[in-house]
């Protein structure tokens, strides 16, 4: 049940036992912090992304998380701001292949992962590094630049369709 917040609305009883975060830090005896699955929260209808931290007790008990988030719009605008050719577009996840955020927005991500067999998770294994992609996210041929980021579970990638790389050929 929600303690507390930051926001200048009145404390609401939200109950966060069901949310991805709260499970796996309530479950997995973690240090680093866990980045949940975009959702669309219960408060500001917005689409957010929660980033949580575990709270133990003296004895290493469970006692709670502390809970940041990020409109996800948020980092889709901040990815807008830089120049890109059409074609472009760079793109967020998590370590697990979850889509986070994109820019430009893709309409209809389909299931919003990575498929399991995607040469993605072993440029992320690897440090990153670069491929081609058949447009798992829409159907696009692209070429993926995979660059992890070192202190958060996430991944930027920027995109290119092979269209805008072969365009001055």
């Not at 472009?88 to 893709?106: M, N, Q």
């Not at 081609?132 to 991944?155: K, Q």
Request: glycine share 10%.
């Amino acid at each position: 049940i929600l303690l507390n917040w930051s926001r200048d609305r009145p404390l609401e009883q939200l109950d966060d036992s069901t949310r991805d975060y709260f499970i796996w830090l309530r479950d997995h005896n973690e240090t680093t912090a866990f980045i949940g699955s975009p959702v669309t929260g219960r408060v500001s209808g917005k689409r957010i992304l929660f980033i949580a931290r575990r709270i133990n007790g003296p004895d290493g008990t469970f006692l709670g998380v502390v809970v940041g988030l990020i409109e996800t719009r948020y980092l889709e605008n901040f990815y807008g701001t830089i120049s890109m050719v059409p074609g472009e577009s760079v793109t967020v996840l998590r370590r697990d292949g979850f889509l986070v955020a994109c820019y430009p927005e893709i309409k209809n991500p389909g299931n919003g992962q990575m498929p399991a067999r995607s040469p993605w998770y072993d440029r992320v294994a690897n440090g990153g590094g670069s491929y081609l992609s058949p447009g798992y996210f829409n159907g696009v041929p692209r070429i993926i630049t995979v660059h992890p980021l070192r202190d958060y579970g996430l991944v930027v990638d920027v995109n290119m369709s092979e269209q805008s790389v072969l365009r001055t050929w």
